[in-house]
């Protein structure tokens, strides 16, 4: 997703209340007063958990949302206060910072009295060390694993120095007017810990800055945090915060119903009334999300864009949201997600016209149709129920003529080969989920020439103009302009099938209290506790 930097490894997916309801609560907050605190929350994730070492990841956002960003702050972070806009950047680590007229220099005023959970102060010479692990291939420190996850969001920067214990100067290679965004990805870890360890074994005793600190892990199935009492913004209510791998959905919905788990990120949708006439607690918000099919635009009829254009019109995607999903998804009419600030209302494109299908592709050339393949992951971050949301595309394409032959792969694999520039199992499209605005660093590997990961060899020079000419800009009036425009022309040139906006549902027991819900994939669980 970013011009600048590019990804070597696994990408990242690269996610109000609904009327499905919640329980005893306002929309997208979680029921109870604000002023209890205490228990464990034990959530059930959709798919393995991170390594938990910075930016390393690897379990796509949600891995990022439940572990890395509890354990770690950049020197920004998101501010996930609010339910009823898309969350700005706020200061974390650093308090201020201010870009020189170059658009490429900027300084950050660092934030003083912030301690790392190992008590190693925080400062500047922090800062300098982590840059060093993620860009210097002369640190003791740095690996190659390390320095491909940093490019996504660092791999920009092209110096970096401390001015001060208080005060650091990063220069970016071309003007980024997103760059404060860009580092809430870039996390900070203690160097007296790093030093203690190595890199190589630093993820099994991971020290940050975060609310949360490391306590015990299963390698990607489960991880054990307890609360930061030393958090500089205060310690989190909760006590412990247990995150548990669960890919399967009804594995999720049975620990919830049983109890060894008290929250469950992505209930199965047809679970949903059942378990809310449980008793339990139903959260949706709009957030920025697209799941869709990259269709390759070099191979066979996906070359022409008429058949791609036909393809959309082809699909009923409210039939998906609301008898599928039952609401927990909205329709995608156009290339941006509808949560985002490039989101145009007057954009909206692709009505269900099964007749203008047939008819587009009569005059492509294909009157009878033709076949093609699709590769769908079985589960994983922010997916939804992939199989079965392909098996009502495969339904909706028949109908107008395009056979469609599903082929299922694990998540991993998909996104591996994604990274690789390959598609899994050698389809002529994939299906995946993924966030566009989430990070305005990502949005040229999805949509720009040249990616270094498969996006259906899409290109068209005038988008790829207007992304450069936002990312330049730090002014967020003048990239909104310029990111619209660009999405018109992606909607316009169909590379891929615009399916579905999902809402970010969650269940929670009645014991849970103070979650707010925001239209983020990210959350801020320091608000979140477990009572009665």
């Known amino acids: 997703m970013k011009h600048r930097p590019r990804i070597r490894i696994a990408l990242s997916a690269a996610l109000l209340l609904l009327a499905v309801g919640c329980s005893s609560s306002s ?27 910075t930016v390393i990841g690897g379990a796509g956002f949600e891995g ?4 890395s960003f509890q354990l770690y702050e950049g020197l920004t972070r998101y501010d996930l206060s609010k339910t009823d ?27 003083k009295g912030v301690t790392f959970q190992d008590g190693t102060r925080f400062d500047a ?32 920067i092209v110096t970096y120095r401390q001015l001060d214990s208080g005060h650091v100067q990063l220069v970016t290679k071309t003007p980024n007017g997103h760059f404060p965004e860009d580092l809430a990805h870039v996390l900070i870890a203690s160097p007296t810990a790093v030093r203690r360890t190595g890199s190589a074994n630093f993820s099994q005793h991971p020290v940050g800055t975060g609310p949360f600190t490391f ?13 930061n009492k030393h ?24 620990a919830l119903r049983s109890g060894s788990v008290n929250w469950i990120e992505y209930p199965n949708p047809d679970d949903l009334a059942s378990l809310k006439a449980d008793g339990a607690q139903i959260l949706t918000n709009s957030y920025d999300h697209l799941w869709y099919w990259i269709l390759d635009t070099t191979k066979g009829p996906w070359k022409n864009a008429d058949v791609r254009r036909a393809a959309n019109y082809a699909i009923n995607r409210k039939a998906i949201a609301d008898d599928l999903l039952h609401g927990t998804a909205d329709p995608a009419y156009q290339a941006a997600p509808r949560a985002t600030f490039a989101y145009d209302p007057q954009g909206n494109t692709y009505s269900y016209d099964p007749a203008k299908a047939r008819k587009l592709l009569a005059e492509a050339g294909y009157p009878n149709g033709f076949s093609t393949s699709v590769t769908v992951p079985t589960g994983g971050s922010g997916n939804l129920l992939p199989v079965p949301i392909t098996e009502a595309l495969q339904r909706d394409l028949a109908a107008v003529g395009i056979k469609v032959t599903i082929r ?64 330049a800009s730090p002014d967020r009036t003048t990239r909104q302009t310029d990111y619209r425009q660009a999405l018109a022309k992606v909607t316009q040139d169909a590379p891929w099938l ?6 970010n549902p969650r269940a929670l027991s009645p014991a849970v209290h103070g979650l707010v819900q925001p239209q983020s994939w990210f959350l801020d669980l320091t608000t979140v506790w477990v009572g009665k």
């Open 215 to 227: 306590k015990s892990q299963t390698s990607g199935e489960q991880i054990e945090l307890v609360a």
């Open 85 to 111: 806009a898309p969350p700005e950047i706020t200061g974390a680590l650093a308090t201020s910072w201010k870009v020189a007229q170059d658009h490429k220099t900027w300084t950050f005023t660092l934030r």
């Open 125 to 156: 010479d922090s800062v300098i060390f982590n840059l060093d692990r993620y860009l210097n291939k002369k640190s003791a420190y740095y690996t190659t694993v390390l320095g491909a996850a940093a490019s996504e969001y660092a791999g920009d």
């Open 64 to 67: 990022k949302r439940l572990v």
């Open 27 to 53: 929309a997208g907050q979680a029921a109870g007063s604000s002023t209890g605190r205490g228990g464990t929350l034990v959530i059930g994730a959709t798919g393995r958990l991170p390594n938990p070492d």
């Open 231 to 254: 958090y500089w913004r205060g310690a989190p209510k909760l006590d412990r915060l247990i995150v548990k791998a669960l890919p399967d959905p009804a594995a999720r919905t049975a």
């Open 408 to 471: 299922t792969t694990d998540w991993s694999t998909l996104i591996g080969a994604e990274a690789k520039g390959k598609v899994a199992l050698g389809s002529d499209a994939i299906a995946q989920s993924t966030t566009l605005f989430q990070s305005e660093a990502l949005l040229p590997l999805f949509i720009g020439s040249n990616s270094p990961f498969w996006t259906g060899h899409y290109s068209n020079p005038a988008v790829d103009r207007l992304l450069a000419e936002a990312a």
């Open 498 to 503: 615009f399916v579905v906006n999902d809402r």
